[in-house]
């Protein structure tokens, strides 16, 4: 038996989770899984156009967050939380190290942290499902050591599954590709809808016609994302070559040489259409994805600005800089509406899960995190309310601790901790 309850199409090297459908469900029902993603840009926004007020269909977003306008209803800014063990140890490293876990992280030579948010729930509910996490990137990891002292490993990971072990970041979307359907072998190359053909066209044969227009409608969609996987893994490919040659990791050369996609528009949505379809499937209920490191090397030459993501957060309030900020907010945006608008019993799967969007400053080029940029979307499973902007910036250090937040989610996720970090309460009000 699959760990999953939902409907799988098994073919030559491959396995195809498919998304809920009524004419499968058990007769007895049971409540839809509750799903939790993070997604990670570092080195703060754009302060002057970061912001919200107000609640419902009333509520104003500003320019960064205009990519959130259609499914405002949905979403929750939060203003003001922080983290506390993250302020005042130095900049970079020491603001990214425990951004998630809420730890107190260690100088030097051994590397130390704390078991992030989404592995404490990875950790409960992982068992229910195939895969217990998905961990992707946008960007390569650092090494080395930073001038404070701090490991390059803070700064490169945002997932950790114990104090002195990240999480592997998967940067491929091929690979991330490959592992969802358990893809694998001399027969990565044919196509996973051909080998799971006869399967799909007897099951369309027994369920309802909206179910096979949903089926219909998700092979297309894996069909899509598989046809432009499919020019990321030749490029996979062809630079591990280059690089035997060369006689280099793969690692150490620059995009698009080592295989990754050139474009970042490109690498981005591929990673958020792979934790779409993870989700959708049941998968997997929990996710990461790091768009872009603490001392990002990326460069956005398709918003015209010329300085790499880390040098152009020390002029964080310049208009390229927002533009950066909004494209990487925009990623969330895309996410939650492609979840949106996947059923899911009388809601969708977004309703069914909490994104979560946030940096580790606030302001990059005074490396300030006494406030952390931050916005969920999702209602997750109807527990969260939403389309509200919630406002802690004058609340006291103690009433706007981020891990408070982290318990009052893994609260909702069936994670039940008397503390975790340095909060011991709940977040109020949300």
Known sequence: MPISRRKVLAGAGVTMALPWMESLAAAAPTPFPKRFAALFMGNGVNEDHWGSEGSGAAMKLSKTLEPLEAIKHKINVIHGLYNKTATGQGIHPAQTGSLLSGAVIQRGA?????????????NKIGQDTAQSSIVLACEQPMTGYHET???????????????????????????????LFENRGSLRNMSILDRVREEAVSLSRQIS????????????????????????????????????QRNKPVFTMDRPANGLPEDLRD??????????????????????????????????????????????????????YERIARFHLSQLAYLATKLD????????????????FLSN???????????????????????????????????????????SLYLSIMDRMGVKLDKFGDAETRLQGI
């Not at 390059?152 to 690979?175: C, F, G, K, R, T």
């Not at 790091?290 to 956005?300: E, K, N, P």
């Open 209 to 244: 016609a909206t179910d096979k227009s949903k089926l219909d409608e998700y092979l297309t969609s894996v069909r899509e994302v598989e046809k432009r996987v499919d020019g990321m893994r030749k490029n996979k490919d062809k630079a591990e070559d280059t690089a035997k």
């Open 361 to 403: 400053m606030w302001i990059g080029r005074k490396h300030d995190n006494s406030r952390l940029p931050l916005v969920l979307a999702g209602g997750l499973g109807g527990t969260l309310e939403t389309g509200r902007t919630l406002d802690y910036v004058k609340a006291g250090n103690d009433n706007r601790k981020l891990c």
């Open 149 to 179: 002292n701090f490991s390059m490993a803070y700064s490169s990971h945002i997932s950790w599954q114990s104090a002195d072990s990240p999480v592997p970041n998967e940067v491929y979307p091929s690979l991330a590709f490959d592992n």
């Open 341 to 356: 608008a996947m059923p899911e019993g009388e809601g969708t799967v977004l309703d069914n899960s909490c994104l979560m």
């Open 267 to 320: 690498h981005a949505r591929l990673m958020c259409d792979i934790i779409a379809i993870a989700f959708q499937t049941d998968k997997t209920r929990v996710a990461t994805l790091l768009q872009a490191r603490d001392l990002s090397a990326l460069y956005y030459p398709f918003l015209g600005v010329k300085d790499g993501h880390h040098g152009a957060s020390h002029d964080n309030n310049s208009d390229g």
């Open 110 to 122: 051994i590397i130390k942290a704390g078991t992030t948010i989404d592995q404490m729930i990875a």
